[in-house]
């Protein structure tokens, strides 16, 4: 069975950090894509960024709104995918979800429960 | 980058009826279009992927349709377990984007 846990998320003040893990079972995590997708609270999804696998040498990809100060890391040896988040800001208040196609690649067809993550004062 | 548009933005159907909902991007992304249902406090389900290709377990119900810039998912007969929310998401190119949501409600 596949299985994506999200975990890390809490109350954060503006401009402080938070690691997100996410941790996975049911398939081999060096062959596959990983992806977060956040939502906001009464909003829609939003694609935050990409870790690709193994054969494409990990390279990553990133939403705008996150680029610079968001960073997605793996460690298949842990069955692990992080999401560092650094200068946080009120608006990356979210729900955020790890997820990844797995027998249906590219696309998002596993997804976790979800962490939410609060910046505020 | 890619904009994805769906329409309508809310639906209210009955159970039974025949519901369609449009997604158009902002530029051609061929069949690279997957459809997902969400449910309030749940993580989305992948219904439909390469814009008209069944994710296994989805009732057959829901179809996909459409290539380009302009797709549909279609539910041929409405049951109480659709009333939920509907996305478009492009895979064509980088930011992977979500269209706004479709919000399917009861009559």
């Known amino acids: 069975e596949v299985l994506l846990v999200e975990s890390g998320g809490g109350l954060v003040q503006p401009g402080g950090s938070l690691r997100l893990s996410c941790v996975v079972s049911?398939?081999?995590?060096?062959?596959?894509?990983m992806d977060w997708v956040r939502q906001a609270p009464g909003k829609g999804l939003e694609w935050v960024g990409r870790t690709r696998y193994k054969a494409s040498s990990y390279t990553t990809e990133y939403a705008a709104s996150v680029k610079g100060r968001f960073t997605i890391s793996r460690d298949d040896s842990k069955n692990s995918v992080y999401l560092q988040m650094n200068s946080l800001r009120t608006e990356d208040t979210a729900v955020y979800y790890c997820?990844?196609?797995?027998?249906?690649?590219?696309?998002?067809?596993?997804w976790g429960q979800g962490t939410l993550v609060t910046v505020s004062s | 980058d890619i904009q994805l548009t769906q329409s309508p933005s809310f639906l209210s159907a009955s159970v039974g009826d025949r519901v369609t909902i449009t997604c158009r991007a902002s530029l051609g992304i061929t069949s690279d279009l997957a459809w997902y249902q969400q449910k309030p406090g749940k993580a989305p389900n992948l219904l439909i992927y390469a814009a008209s290709t069944l994710q296994s377990g989805v009732p057959s119900r829901f179809s996909g349709s459409g290539s380009g810039t302009e797709f549909t998912l279609t539910i041929s007969s409405l049951q109480p377990e659709d009333f939920a929310t509907y996305y478009c998401?492009?895979?064509?190119?980088?930011?992977?984007?979500f269209g706004p949501g479709t919000k399917v409600d009861i009559k």
């Open positions: 998401q492009q895979f064509k190119s980088y930011p992977l984007a």
């Open positions: 049911g398939f081999t995590l060096s062959d596959h894509y």
């Open positions: 997820t990844s196609g797995v027998f249906v690649p590219y696309y998002f067809a596993y």
